[in-house]
């Protein structure tokens, strides 16, 4: 079993729970030890680091020096503004003139930026062959096969580079990879690394439904049946803000989280995976899915039994011909 240092951050301890619960889940299915690291803090994410640049680095480098002491050589940091301050704190120790020799002073603790910082999204990633080998031996039909996904990135997974550095900050694919290990079908589409708005949710609302209308909307024309994220900032942006986006006519359109996805690939119950938390309903998209899945199967059984009635006629035919 892998056993990696797990900080989930403030959001999957609060308004993205069901992050925290469906990630949970999909590790323990796959073998991923999580162990959270004791006494952690807020990251600072997204008002430390625009307030002062050193607040900015010594909050995430206190996390990684407990990760540290604790023995971990590296830390899961699920939410995308947690994995990016964490990533921004290594990079600015390393980088910048005198800053390791003060970290260890200002948080009060000894640290020598050894700890491997990684998302959601690269552990998924990496365990695509184990997720797409379960899948594909589970005894229930896979709701999720055929299903056309679009994989939505945003800002903070892939951007900077020289922060993240495990994607193409354009043009990324990790998300789409994983969601072809779970049997459905990623889209390409032309928003997948756009601004949701972000923090703006509440100073700029309007600015906000502007920007999640126009992602909802070319997920749509694309042929996407829900969108993929790994973001509790761009989920709540998106899925939340649905609910202004309806009052105009717009359809719903379901907001999973990654692990959400793998998770209903793996054959979890959706209680487990905290599909009920969200302000569009996940319900009928996975009722349809689970009925459409039930289809599939029984249509092909049913192809099966017909191509082996019309083998063995064939073969009763030529016996008698001889």
């Given at each position: 079993?892998i056993?990696?240092?797990y900080?989930?951050?403030?959001?999957?301890?609060?308004?993205?729970?069901?992050?925290?619960?469906?990630?949970?889940?999909v590790?323990?299915?796959?073998?991923?030890?999580?162990?959270?690291?004791?006494?952690w803090?807020?990251?600072?994410a997204?008002?430390?680091?625009?307030?002062?640049?050193?607040?900015?680095?010594?909050l995430?480098a206190?996390?990684?020096?407990?990760?540290?002491?604790q023995?971990?050589?590296?830390?899961?940091?699920?939410?995308a503004?947690?994995?990016?301050?964490?990533?921004?704190a290594?990079?600015?120790?390393?980088?910048?003139?005198?800053?390791?020799?003060?970290?260890?002073?200002?948080?009060?603790?000894?640290f020598a930026?050894?700890?491997?910082?990684?998302?959601?999204?690269?552990?998924?990633?990496?365990?695509?062959v184990?997720?797409?080998?379960?899948?594909?031996?589970?005894?229930?039909?896979?709701?999720?096969?055929?299903?056309?996904?679009?994989?939505?990135?945003?800002?903070?997974?892939?951007?900077?580079?020289?922060?993240c550095?495990?994607?193409?900050p354009?043009?990324?694919?990790?998300?789409d990879?994983?969601?072809?290990?779970?049997g459905?079908?990623?889209?390409?589409?032309?928003?997948?690394?756009?601004c949701c708005?972000?923090?703006?949710?509440?100073?700029?609302?309007?600015?906000?439904?502007?920007?999640?209308r126009?992602?909802?909307d070319?997920?749509?024309?694309?042929?996407?049946?829900a969108?993929?994220?790994?973001c509790?900032?761009?989920?709540s942006?998106?899925?939340?803000?649905?609910?202004?986006?309806?009052?105009?006519?717009?359809e719903p359109?379901?907001?999973?989280?990654?692990?959400?996805m793998?998770?209903?690939?793996?054959g979890?119950?959706?209680?487990?995976?905290?599909?009920?938390?969200h302000?569009v309903?996940?319900?009928?998209?996975?009722?349809?899915?689970?009925?459409?899945?039930?289809?599939r199967?029984a249509?092909?059984?049913l192809?099966?039994?017909?191509?082996?009635?019309?083998a063995?006629?064939?073969?009763?035919?030529?016996?008698?011909?001889?």
């Open positions: 079993m056993d990696v240092a900080y989930p951050g403030c959001s999957l301890h609060g308004t993205s729970r069901e992050f925290d619960e469906s990630l949970r889940a590790a323990a299915e796959l073998g991923i030890g999580l162990t959270e690291i004791a006494d803090n807020c990251c600072g997204s008002s430390g680091h625009t307030t002062d640049h050193l607040l900015g680095v010594a995430p206190r996390n990684l020096a407990l990760a540290e002491a023995g971990f050589g590296a830390v899961l940091a699920p939410c503004a947690c994995y990016n301050r964490l990533s921004a290594r990079l600015a120790i390393a980088t910048e003139d005198g800053l390791a020799a003060r970290i260890p002073d200002i948080i009060g603790r000894q930026n050894s700890v491997e910082v990684h998302n959601a999204v690269e552990l998924l990633r990496d365990a695509s184990t997720i797409d080998e379960k899948v594909a031996a589970a005894l229930a039909p896979n709701p999720l096969e055929g299903v056309k996904l679009a994989a939505y990135y945003g800002c903070l997974l892939v951007r900077p580079f020289e922060v550095g495990y994607d193409d354009e043009q990324p694919t990790s998300m990879e994983i969601i072809n290990a779970c459905a079908d990623d889209v390409d589409w032309d928003m997948k690394v756009e708005g972000g923090a703006f949710s509440v100073s700029r609302t309007a600015s906000v439904l502007r920007l999640g126009a992602i909802i070319n997920a749509r024309s694309h042929g996407a049946e969108i993929v994220v790994a509790p900032l761009c989920h942006n998106l899925d939340l803000r649905q609910k202004a986006m309806a009052a105009r006519g717009e359109m379901p907001i999973l989280f990654v692990t959400q793998v998770g209903l690939a793996l979890l119950a959706p209680v487990d995976l905290g599909l009920g938390r302000f309903d996940t319900e009928p998209l996975i009722a349809r899915l689970v009925k459409q899945a039930a289809e199967v249509a092909e059984k192809a099966k039994q017909e191509a082996a009635a019309k063995a006629a064939r073969a009763e035919k030529q016996k008698v011909g001889a």
